[in-house]
């Protein structure tokens, strides 16, 4: 069960890396669409995992290994995003979301 306080420390997280990707995710994904499903953060605040759905890339493994790359470069943009709102920034693990594959190969297989 999240506190609140982990609640409101992900969504803000998910705003603000959102908003960065929507401007320069080119640049992480390879010509990608990349969308944040979902941001979870620990208890002491101390790290984020970031769920990404990648669209449109040729390899989904190349964008993840891109945005691990460029973890710190992004941290750094985002602590300068949130430094009013957070005092220590999280450190972002990046992880592919694969519930939207999942779902697609229940129904293919239900329509079997």
């Not at 992480?28 to 970031?50: E, F, H, K, P």
């Amino acid at each position: 069960m999240e506190s609140i306080r982990q609640q409101k420390v992900a969504r803000l997280i998910q705003k603000e890396l959102s908003e960065m990707f929507q401007h320069d995710g080119v640049t992480y994904s390879g010509g990608g669409l990349l969308t944040i499903t979902t941001v979870r953060v620990t208890s002491d605040l101390s790290i984020a995992r970031v769920y990404l759905s990648i669209f449109g890339a040729s390899d989904k493994k190349t964008t993840i290994d891109n945005l691990k790359a460029a973890t710190k470069e992004i941290r750094y943009k985002l602590g300068q995003r949130v430094k009013m709102q957070l005092r220590i920034i999280p450190e972002l693990k990046f992880m592919e979301d694969d519930t939207l594959d999942f779902i697609e190969r229940i129904d293919d297989l239900l329509k079997q």
